[in-house]
C-alpha cells in the first residue's frame, strides 16, 4: 500500500478574517516590509528563490508564513517553486489606502536612511 503525497496546498485566511492588527505586525518587520515592497512592484508572483535575504533560509520561510497567515500574501505551489503574490485587492477593499500609504512611507524611509548613510531601507 502506498502512502498518499503530502499535501501541497497552504492555508490562508478568507478575506473576512484578516485583521488589522496581524497585517500591521506582519508588516513590522524589516524584511517582511521589503518582501512586500518587492511584491508590490512586481507584475506577477515572484518565486521565493528570487528573494536575497540577508537572512538565513529558516528565517526567510518564518517571513514568508507570517505574511501569508495574516492575509498580506498569497503563496502556491508551482512545481518546486513556492509563488508569491501580494492580496493587494483583498487588502484595498479592508483597509482602503492602508497599503499605498504603507509602500509610500517605506519609498521615503529608504530613501532618507540611504542618503543619511544609515543603511538600506
Not at 512545481?79 to 521615503?108: C, H, I, Q, V, Y
Request: aromatic share 4%.
Amino acid at each position: 500500500m502506498t502512502t498518499p503525497a503530502p499535501s501541497r496546498t497552504l492555508d490562508h485566511p478568507r478575506r473576512d478574517a484578516i485583521r488589522l492588527e496581524g497585517v500591521l505586525h506582519a508588516l513590522s518587520d524589516p524584511m517582511r516590509l521589503r518582501i512586500v515592497r518587492s511584491l508590490a512592484t512586481a507584475e506577477e508572483e515572484l518565486s521565493c528563490s528570487l528573494f536575497d535575504l540577508p537572512v538565513s533560509k529558516s528565517t526567510t520561510t518564518h517571513h514568508f508564513r507570517v505574511l501569508r497567515e495574516s492575509g498580506v500574501i498569497s503563496q502556491c505551489y508551482r512545481g518546486t517553486a513556492k509563488m508569491n503574490g501580494l492580496r493587494r485587492e483583498d487588502l484595498d477593499a479592508l483597509f482602503p489606502g492602508l497599503l499605498d500609504s504603507l509602500l509610500r512611507a517605506a519609498a521615503l524611509q529608504a530613501g532618507r536612511l540611504h542618503e543619511d548613510g544609515r543603511g538600506e531601507g
